[in-house]
T-cell receptor, first 113, second 117 residues
Framework: AQSVTQPDIHITVSEGASLELRCNYS??????LFWYVQSPGQGLQLLLK??????LVQGIKGFEAEFKRSQSSFNLRKPSVHWSDAAEYFC???????????FGKGTMLLVSP | EAGVTQSPTHLIKTRGQQATLRCSPI?????VYWYQQALGLGLQFLLW???????NRGNFPPRFSGRQFPNYSSELNVNALELEDSALYLC????????????????FGNGTRLTVT
């Protein structure tokens, strides 16, 4: 069975500082990996996705993520955080032909001035 | 294009009652997914409908049910409401027959906040 672990429930970052959100997955075959963001009162918005190829994936809003098979990780990064990035971030895993995505429990990002 | 729309935004029910939640997918999308987001539990997969048929369901009791209409909109019904059913219910749609479709990832609505008292 697939599983996703986001070890950090909350993270606080100063505005302008760099950000890395951790995601570890468990899946026997080649995973498809996603990062979604949820602002308060909103649904989830897709930031980026990885299916194959280049292990460094660029997404929207200046985010990127790196797939590391040896570490079963897909960490999300941003070089300089803006106050508007404060939100909850979810990592998800799927697979070819798999009908559903399995989500992590989310990491709440707080941005301090 | 219009996104996934859900109604109502908020719903308050008492224990034992029934709740009906509605979802309209993005135009052209045939698949609708329902997720429950309870506090501290992340997103839990509930149901998947495609072309009017239930294709898969998560580990939820039978009192969680739904259907998909010919126009691909969907309804989630929760019978015999319990306090622990209080959560944000998210609907997502895609045009692929898989939530892992590269060209058609899941698009989410803003959810229905169900409160059971």
């Amino acid at each position: 069975a697939q599983s996703v672990t986001q070890p950090d429930i909350h993270i606080t970052v100063s505005e302008g500082a760099s950000l890395e959100l951790r995601c570890n997955y468990s899946y026997g075959a080649t995973p498809y990996l996603f990062w979604y963001v949820q602002s308060p009162g909103q649904g989830l918005q897709l930031l980026l996705k990885y299916f194959s190829g280049d292990t460094l994936v660029q997404g929207i809003k200046g985010f990127e993520a790196e797939f590391k098979r040896s570490q079963s990780s897909f960490n999300l990064r941003k070089p300089s955080v803006h106050w508007s990035d404060a939100a909850e971030y979810f990592c998800a895993v799927g697979a070819k032909g798999y009908s559903t995505l399995t989500f992590g429990k989310g990491t709440m990002l707080l941005v301090s001035p | 294009e219009a996104g996934v729309t859900q109604s109502p935004t908020h719903l308050i029910k008492t224990r034992g009652q029934q709740a009906t939640l509605r979802c309209s997918p993005i135009s052209g999308h045939t698949s609708v997914y329902w997720y429950q987001q309870a506090l501290g539990l992340g997103l839990q997969f509930l149901l998947w409908y495609d072309e009017g048929e239930e294709r898969n369901r998560g580990n939820f009791p039978p009192r969680f049910s739904g259907r998909q209409f010919p126009n691909y909109s969907s309804e989630l019904n929760v019978n015999a409401l319990e306090l622990e059913d209080s959560a944000l219910y998210l609907c997502a749609s895609s045009s692929g027959q898989s939530a892992s479709s590269y060209n058609s990832p899941l698009h989410f609505g803003n959810g229905t906040r169900l409160t059971v008292t």
